[in-house]
């Protein structure tokens, strides 16, 4: 072990320039996709809005009790058999209304607020929902609009771009990592053909490697966290002053940006180790 660290920290002094590389290209991909993780769970609420039909937030009267609500929302389901109507529970709206709005969290909190009751009426037909205006039941009704349905495919769109653009950079960074080894087996195969001459173990000769690309690894996943967390907090001074929430990277996202960054070049060298022993040995 102490052999393996030692050559190791050898070679990636050797190597430095090419090392930095390796673990700036490793960083910025994982970086990405954290930061991309924290936005996607951010915009949850807006991502679900994305579906075919478009779901109309109606607020009822507070005065109704749950048995006219439930008359009411029956003679809706009869009178609009096209409709979907769901009833939003008081925790539900709560949890809305801490995510989107954490002012009211002091209102909301409490348990003093009365809110009023909440149902979500899906339809593709926008222009129905006039029945719903002027109704003695009926407090307000949403956005009549297919803003939502936009905004929805858009936060979906914006998730599945940032996926693929740090899976095909990740690829590349393996890549790279692949190639990095590869290259130092072939600058050092006459010390290897000698080690394996004389009785060496694998282990032994694989060791420096990976922990010359593991020690990038850590290296890369530090600089990784560090970017998704600068960058996430930059987004939340911009959106606090909005009202909205934060964007929180969460400790499981940094959790897989480390495992994520240590494991792929561990991974990509010790695949190419073996490939190397096993034509080693073939020849």
Known sequence: MQHALNEGLLLLRQRAGVSAVLALALAVPIALAGLGLAVNR???PVAELSG?????????????????????????????????????????????????FPYLEDLVGTGDASMPPLIEVATADLESLVALEGQPEVLAVGPQSSVQQLLGQVARRLSWTVAILSAVLLAAAVL???????????????EV?????????????????VVAVGVSGVVAGVVAVGGSLAAADRLTRMVTVLGLPEVV????????????AIMLPVAAAAFTLSRHAAEEFDG
């Open 42 to 44: 951010w915009l949850v």
């Open 52 to 100: 075919t039909e478009n779901s109309i937030a109606v607020l009822l009267h507070p005065k109704l009790d749950v048995d006219e609500r439930q008359r009411w929302v029956t003679a809706q389901s009869t009178a609009h058999p096209d409709w979907t109507i769901t009833e939003v529970s008081p925790e539900e709206l709560v949890r809305r209304l801490r995510r989107w």
């Open 176 to 190: 790279l990592a692949v190639v990095w080894v590869h290259l130092e087996l072939y600058r050092h195969s006459d």
């Open 193 to 209: 053909t000698i080690m394996r001459l004389v009785g060496a173990t694998e282990g032994t000769i694989r060791g420096p490697f």
């Open 249 to 260: 990277v969460t400790p499981g996202i940094v959790a897989m940006q480390l495992i994520v």
